[in-house]
């Protein structure tokens, strides 16, 4: 990420203290969280919270939990935030949390605990004003849910803006559950008019298949897309006359994996990402698309659902080969944009239908694509570095308006 800043920033001939700024995270917690395990010991894991800019407004971003978290990695994707809720232009900074822990091996018990002893460590920092998570890696509404709880019961009042991705019952907003996958359908949509294709015309592989890999096939596959192979983290299934997607995802909810799906061939996940298709959809975590594996990509287009799955290394050999990459600040932007029509909802106490959420969705995620289409024509340059013109530009002017307080 720091090379396509510091191109972005070359364009936009920013001084080297401002750039010192941009780059530098406002803030960064680290906390203990010591928790009563279902055996009866404690164990003590570590949780992290990086507020990397908060000019624009209140820091935004997931918090994950993973058994490889570490403070760089929560660091890149704060800053990731910072630039993603630029591109498509929120009132938000960046944020990003985690905690060091495996998921897979924890009831739900102790998930409860942690996240609740995590939310009371990072407690003075929160607040809908201040920071605003949000589900990533294995978490989802639930974990939003005890957040919400436990900040709500230190503050003596319930509090629902200071979290989003929230269950619809709790003031989480309709259609927030799909906004990710929806967002990578629509930039894939923009994407394919570029280069003159129709959805119905092109073969899809999609790597991941949670809330942003599962539903954005199922979407994709809704506007006429063949998905021919999707992913989790142990398989990947492949049918070349196209999957049929409800049926997989009815499979991954009754069995949580894709193994043992018999209606598609099983390849290797380094395999998944080599097949012939057309569009090529990362949606699960960084660093997939090398400069180990970025000539043998055969798709046309890549929509980027996940954060950083494409290396810069990577980036240069894909526009050498003309592969047209829609960045993950943009093509992965749906999410966080619904999650700011969810803190605008509980801000109002007034919840709007899907409909309307849909609406405004789209016309900020096709707005965003052509603005920086746009911006990487001027400039003739990537959409990647079209994108990053556009953040960093916006939160430069920021900061040439509102000076540096001393
Ligand atoms: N974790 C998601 C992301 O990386 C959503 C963040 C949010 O909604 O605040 O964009």
Request: proline share 4%; hydrophobic share 40%; glycine share 10%.
């Amino acid at each position: 990420m720091a090379e396509r800043f510091n191109i972005a920033a070359d364009h936009l001939g920013l001084d080297n203290g401002l750039r010192d700024i941009l780059r530098t995270p406002d803030r960064e917690m680290t906390v203990a969280i010591p928790v009563k395990m279902d055996d009866g010991n404690m164990r003590v894991f570590t949780g992290y919270r990086v507020q990397h800019n908060f000019s624009r407004g209140p820091c935004k971003g997931g918090i994950r939990f993973a058994p490889d978290v570490n403070l760089d990695e929560v660091r890149a994707l704060a800053a990731w935030m910072t630039w993603k809720c630029a591109v498509v232009d929120l009132p938000f900074g960046g944020g990003k949390g985690g905690v060091i822990c495996d998921p897979s091996v924890l009831s739900q018990g102790e998930l409860e605990r942690i996240t609740r002893r995590y939310t009371t460590g990072i407690l003075d920092i929160l607040g809908p004003d201040r920071d605003v998570p949000a589900p990533d890696v294995n978490t989802n509404e639930q974990t939003m849910a005890w957040l919400m709880d436990t900040y709500s019961m230190h503050v003596r009042r319930t509090t629902t803006a200071v979290v989003t991705g929230k269950p619809i019952v709790l003031g989480g907003s309709r259609g927030r559950a799909e906004a990710t996958g929806r967002g990578v359908m629509i930039t894939a949509r923009e994407a394919l008019k570029k280069i003159g294709m129709r959805p119905n015309q092109t073969t899809v592989v999609v790597q991941g298949s949670g809330n942003v890999g599962g539903i954005g096939a199922m979407l994709m596959q809704r506007e006429g897309h063949k998905i021919v192979s999707i992913s989790d983290q142990f398989s990947a299934i492949y049918n070349e006359k196209g999957l049929d997607m409800p049926d997989v995802l009815a499979y991954l909810k009754a069995n949580r994996k894709l193994t043992g799906y018999t209606k598609a061939a099983h390849v290797s996940a380094a395999e998944q990402l080599e097949l012939p298709c057309d569009v090529l959809v990362p949606a699960a975590v960084e660093n997939q698309i090398t400069s180990a594996n970025a000539q043998r990509i055969t798709a046309k287009v890549i929509i980027e659902g996940a954060n950083g799955p494409t290396t810069a290394k990577a980036d240069q050999i894909l526009e050498s080969k003309g592969v047209l990459v829609v960045p993950d600040i943009l093509a992965n932007a749906g999410g966080v944009t619904v999650s700011y029509f969810e803190w605008v909802q509980d801000r109002a106490g007034f919840f709007w239908t899907e409909e309307d959420v849909n609406t405004r969705l789209e016309r900020i995620m096709v707005d965003a694509f052509h603005g920086v289409d746009a911006m990487a024509s001027k400039y003739k340059t990537s959409l990647r570095i079209g994108a990053y013109i556009v953040a960093v530009g916006r939160v430069a002017a920021v900061y040439k308006l509102r000076g540096s307080y001393a």
